[in-house]
């Protein structure tokens, strides 16, 4: 039996990782589930799989729960905090931590996991984007495996050679090709985008993701995360990544060769497939997606995609070329944007602006410390909510039908 904690297990992968999980009793055992604040789906969860730990990153919210636990007389020990985050993580029963809380608060306990050897199954772009070089330091130390989750490093990581190398020219790699769907607003022209609201955005026409995510995947910043992501998990230089939208998301994503082939991994768009291979790797189990089907999709298309009307993902690449703090500074200010504009205090074309003048504004430094990382995070976050303060929002007028 291996034992899994959940860090996110409330949000969609979270949720995904469970039901692949119940699928194989005899396999896999939840060892700890952690969530934010939502007290209602982690009670339900503790009722249902039964965990040792149940953690929630509020304390309000733990204690809260910790009633709720103990008038239901479940046998689960409630945590509080990053402290409690951490303990599940690296406890030393525990086989497999599916990392998958979103955004800079996955950080620590995905240090934590690396720092005790566990097999990580990583679904949180930030801890790579904020502390990539230190993050893959820990990973090495404390000889932990690392899988990446994202469907499309997933199908990077598929499809690479098996091979240690000190650059992709080593295996005959000439370039990694990350599909993007292009999100909901693929066609929309830039008065459009204008008139986007909160609504519209977290319609994604392929996936089903939480809220955070989804916004990043319709203003391109979600594949921005990934490029700086694909950077640390395959040594790649930012010039050897590229970028191109395939609207079905059938292709995950490819490899290009230097014999001119291109290898793929095709599949459903089900967060279940890349969770199943992590959970199982080397071996393969069945993750509950539905095969699919060439003839029922009929065609794939692909172009490229446009930093002129998306501008996030150029903003990414010129991150990741400034390197030191740059990416957690990006980071920091994507989320405080997206957060405002999912509040409507802020309009869609703002968040870019917004990550923009961020960067443009705060000194980029070489990266020392996990401390100094907490920092800069800190002061991109205050800077850009100091710039929010200062906006006046207007009205969103109808989108016209495209």
């Not at 990539?132 to 490093?153: C, R, W, Y």
């Not at 609504?199 to 939480?210: D, E, Q």
């Not at 992590?278 to 189990?285: D, M, N, S």
């Not at 980029?364 to 006046?392: F, G, N, P, W």
Request: contains cysteine; proline residues 5%; aromatic residues 6%.
């Amino acid at each position: 039996m291996q034992y899994v904690t959940i860090l996110g297990s409330t949000g969609t992968i979270g949720q995904q990782t469970l039901d692949v999980i119940s699928q194989h009793p005899g396999r896999y055992g939840v060892f700890a589930l952690a969530a934010h604040s939502n007290v209602d789906a982690m009670l339900q969860q503790c009722a249902t799989y039964k965990p040792r730990y149940a953690v929630m990153q509020d304390k309000d919210a733990a204690q809260l729960l910790r009633q709720r636990v103990q008038a239901e007389q479940l046998k689960v020990e409630v945590l509080a905090g990053v402290e409690g985050l951490t303990l599940v993580s690296a406890h030393a029963e525990v086989t497999i931590v599916m990392a998958a809380i979103v955004g800079a608060a996955g950080l620590l306990p995905a240090l934590a996991a690396a720092k005790a050897g566990k097999k990580i199954l990583l679904a949180n772009k930030e801890t790579l984007v904020m502390a990539g070089q230190l993050f893959m330091d820990a990973v090495k130390q404390g000889q932990a495996t690392l899988l990446p989750i994202d469907s499309e490093h997933n199908a990077i990581f598929q499809v690479m050679p098996k091979l240690p190398y000190d650059e992709l020219a080593d295996v005959g790699v000439n370039q990694i090709i990350l599909t993007a769907s292009g999100g909901p607003f693929r066609t929309y022209s830039q008065l459009q985008l204008q008139q986007v609201t909160p609504a519209l955005a977290l319609k994604h026409p392929n996936w089903v993701m939480g809220a955070k995510i989804t916004i990043d995947s319709s203003t391109l910043m979600n594949k921005g995360l990934e490029v700086i992501e694909a950077h640390w998990l395959f040594d790649a230089r930012p010039d050897q990544i590229d970028v191109v939208v395939h609207p079905q998301s059938v292709i995950h994503s490819m490899v290009s060769y230097v014999d001119g082939s291109i290898l793929a991994q095709l599949g459903n768009p089900d967060m279940r497939t890349p969770i199943a291979y992590g959970l199982a790797y080397p071996e393969r189990i069945a993750s509950g997606v539905k095969p699919l089907s060439l003839i029922e999709v009929a065609r794939l298309e692909f172009e490229a995609p446009d930093t002129q009307r998306f501008p996030c993902l150029k903003l990414a690449y010129d991150a990741l070329a400034a390197g030191g703090t740059g990416p957690a500074m990006l980071n920091a200010a994507n989320e405080v944007a997206v957060a405002a504009f999912l509040r409507e205090q802020i309009q869609y074309l703002d968040i870019p602006a917004l990550i923009n003048a961020t960067l443009q504004k705060l000194s980029i430094e070489t990266v020392q410390s996990i401390e100094q990382l907490l920092l800069v995070d800190s002061q991109a976050r205050a800077y850009v909510q100091a710039l929010i303060s200062k906006m006046t929002v207007k009205p969103v007028r109808k989108v016209a039908s495209v």
